[in-house]
């Protein structure tokens, strides 16, 4: 079948890659895609929020299937658009309708669905400018440090921790002030959870589920979790401390429930669960979900799905998941994010890259890249290109991504050089 990809980041350079070594695709077009996806699959220019545009090109190039790969179009209702239009109905989409995407476009909203569905998160309030005194109050009875959440999509910035209750309030202010736009006219205020993050990923038919390879990201710009948060600097999978009997309780306590609830609640729901847990003593907490996978999770994650992808999501679609096993590779993948200089903050485009030699045992996704008029390859965001290596061990799998890292160079280029270093410190 001819497939469309929606997205242009180092996730979807993953998924478009495993999608392209899968049988049961003829074609495959990403929109709008990056310089990476183009060597798997055809680039489209389509802008992603133009519904109309998206559901013309599908007829016109026979595509069978969407996959949503970012959460905005997801948000915004692309499934229940395919769903309502008669003409497109027929498109397999994978991605929750508008109803299950507001787990991630609405903190209260998905805070609210745990409480009703008893799944284990910290305790929180939401509040507006018209409650700022109330908030300010409620900051009052909990302890440092104080974690404060945009409602709404901020682009993986929204959320802010901090350890003064006088900056906490101020930050506070100028979030319900506008500081995130309509995302942070409301703002959830939730108790501090002291423990070890990680990621699950769920794939979900609405009805069953399969449980995909877990993974940790680093979100912090700076070595040892410090400065502003960014998209994520690199991603390790498995985590070493997700052994069996965490991940019965995680699958008992939080997954089971979940899917659970979606049925319960008749929320249409064909697609990813992204779970952020917090490991608190070997008990797991909801930190938030979000409705696709995670970036650059996805990276460390889908280089060891062995399933045939694509079957994968055809039995999503058609609520038969429960006819699928998945195979993983057993060996442990790490990935090393490269950004431009600057970021998070400004930072300039069009840098020309050179990518060094190939190396077998390591894949090289782009995230932020495209081809000048000249086909030169040039950046063109702020994380730009990350690579995944797969090994027998963890320091074996670091050793070989950032020696394959040290060969990728453009002016500006970062890179943390602490990733995986704390689940290492860890397993000694």
Request: with cysteine; aromatic share 8%.
């Amino acid at each position: 079948m001819n497939i469309l990809l929606l997205g242009s980041g180092g996730r979807e350079h993953a998924i478009a890659c495993k999608i392209a070594q899968s049988g049961n695709c003829s074609k495959l077009y990403i929109a709008p895609g990056n310089a990476g996806t183009a060597a798997v699959g055809e680039n489209v220019s389509l802008d992603m929020a133009d519904f109309d545009a998206v559901g013309q090109f599908v007829l016109s190039h026979d595509v069978k299937m969407l996959v949503v790969g970012p959460e905005a179009p997801l948000v915004a209702g692309i499934a229940d658009h395919f769903a309502d239009t008669p003409a497109l109905s027929h498109v397999m989409v994978i991605g929750p309708k508008r109803q299950g995407a507001m787990l991630e476009g609405s903190k209260d909203y998905a805070k609210a669905f745990m409480v009703r569905h008893k799944i284990p998160t910290a305790r929180y309030q939401t509040f507006t400018k018209a409650t700022l005194k109330e908030a300010e109050a409620f900051l009052d009875t909990l302890q440092a440090p104080y974690v404060l959440k945009a409602d709404g999509l901020a682009a993986g910035k929204g959320v802010l921790i901090e350890s003064d209750l006088k900056t906490a309030k101020k930050h506070l202010r100028e979030m319900l002030g506008g500081k995130f736009g309509d995302a942070s006219a409301s703002v959830v205020i939730e108790e501090y959870l002291s423990g070890i993050e990680l990621s699950v990923f769920v794939l979900t038919d609405g009805q069953h589920y399969l449980l995909l390879p877990s993974a940790k990201d680093y979100k912090r710009i700076g070595e040892g979790d410090t400065g502003l948060n960014t998209g994520g600097m690199g991603s390790v999978s498995p985590v070493p401390f997700a052994d069996k009997e965490f991940m019965k309780k995680v699958e008992d306590r939080i997954v089971k429930p979940t899917v659970r609830g979606l049925r319960e609640e008749k929320i249409d729901y064909h697609g990813f669960i992204f779970v952020g847990l917090m490991n608190c003593n070997g008990d797991p907490y909801v930190i938030e979900y979000n409705v696709r996978m995670g970036d650059p999770e996805t990276e460390s994650v889908f280089p060891r799905i062995k399933s045939d992808v694509v079957e994968l999501f055809e039995n999503t679609a058609h609520e038969s998941l429960d006819r699928c096993m998945l195979s993983v590779d057993p060996r442990t993948a790490a990935c090393v994010m490269m950004v431009a200089g600057g970021y998070p903050e400004s930072y300039e485009k069009g840098k020309a890259i050179d990518l060094g030699e190939e190396d077998a045992d390591v894949q090289v996704f782009h995230c932020g890249t495209k081809r000048d008029d000249k086909g030169n390859l040039v950046t063109n965001g702020g994380r730009v290109i990350c690579t995944t290596a797969l090994a027998a061990t963890l320091p074996e799998a670091l050793m070989k991504s950032y020696n394959r890292a040290a060969t990728i160079h453009w002016d500006g280029k970062y890179n943390r050089r602490d990733i995986g270093q704390d689940l290492l410190k860890l397993m000694i």
